[in-house]
């Protein structure tokens, strides 16, 4: 016997009288339907529900897997966006606003990632990193290694900036520094890049450290950066920073292959 409930929507008028001849039809069949059957059919739709939670969860986790890319201006951030997308040469010029795509890492399992660029203008790039940080899976930190000498100071700022940010460190479990430009003959290698931050950012961390602190007693105390009375080594951070040579312009001339094997290889590894 079909509910009153049933009953009252199937006799109404208006959408329900609509619908009268599709809820006599499924009354009927209800009524005539095996229980053994019935139940296989409400073990189906479970399972169905299941898939579809299961694709929106997957769905979700996939926007999650976002990679910021940030540096200096000219630091080749941009170009090496455009390479690891299309693998081809392209002008850039300096961005003043962020630029996302999805990137199909080389591995066997068919990820992918979110890659965002970000602004590198002094004035911008803090900004748009407090929009994107929470959401981030992992940071590529461009470093141009042909400028290194003369903006080494610009850069561990920055970088001091993005490490010291407890939010970041917390969500972002995979850190690469990208030295980029080894095309040119003047590039300092990745291990001296390595040796200069960590220097730069000692030397940051005891200035900030002695700076007078603020009145607000409510404002959290600074995070602290490396481990207290040592040397300031990346490998005392609560993540793990790795770091890379590459070459966004290649070798051969703006038409030939970029130098990014191994930037590809990291990005399929946290993928």
């Not at 141009?144 to 479990?173: C, H, M, T, W």
């Not at 690469?176 to 080894?182: E, T």
Request: proline share 4%.
């Amino acid at each position: 016997m079909a509910s009153p409930d049933l009953r009252r929507v199937a006799d109404g008028g208006g959408a329900g009288g609509t619908f009268q001849p599709y809820l006599d039809s499924l009354r009927q069949e209800l009524q005539r339907t095996d229980p053994m059957v019935f139940s296989v059919v409400v073990a189906l739709l479970a399972v169905l529900v299941t898939l579809v939670f299961w694709k929106l969860i997957r769905s979700r986790r996939s926007s999650q897997r976002a990679v910021l890319l940030l540096g200096l201006c000219d630091s080749g951030k941009t170009l090496l966006f455009v390479r690891l997308l299309t693998g081809l040469y392209r002008d850039t010029q300096t961005s003043i606003t962020d630029s996302s795509a999805v990137y199909r890492v080389n591995n066997n399992r068919g990820n992918s990632l979110t890659l965002i660029d970000l602004p590198g203008h002094e004035s911008l790039r803090l900004q748009f990193l407090e929009r994107f940080k929470s959401s981030a899976r992992a940071i590529v930190f461009v470093v141009d290694s042909a400028a290194f000498q003369r903006e080494v100071k610009d850069v561990a700022e920055f970088l001091y900036q993005v490490l010291i940010d407890s939010v970041g460190l917390k969500n972002i479990p995979s850190f690469l520094i990208a030295c980029n430009k080894q095309d040119i003959a003047m590039a300092k290698s990745a291990k001296l890049i390595q040796q200069q931050l960590e220097k730069e950012l000692n030397t940051l961390r005891v200035t900030r450290s002695a700076a007078p602190s603020t009145l607000d007693s409510s404002s959290p105390a600074p995070a602290q950066l490396g481990k207290k009375g040592k040397e300031f080594e990346f490998s005392q951070l609560p993540l793990r920073v790795e770091f890379l040579e590459c070459s966004a312009k290649g070798g051969r001339g703006d038409a030939g292959p970029a130098d990014i094997q191994d930037l590809e290889k990291w990005l399929a590894k946290i993928a």
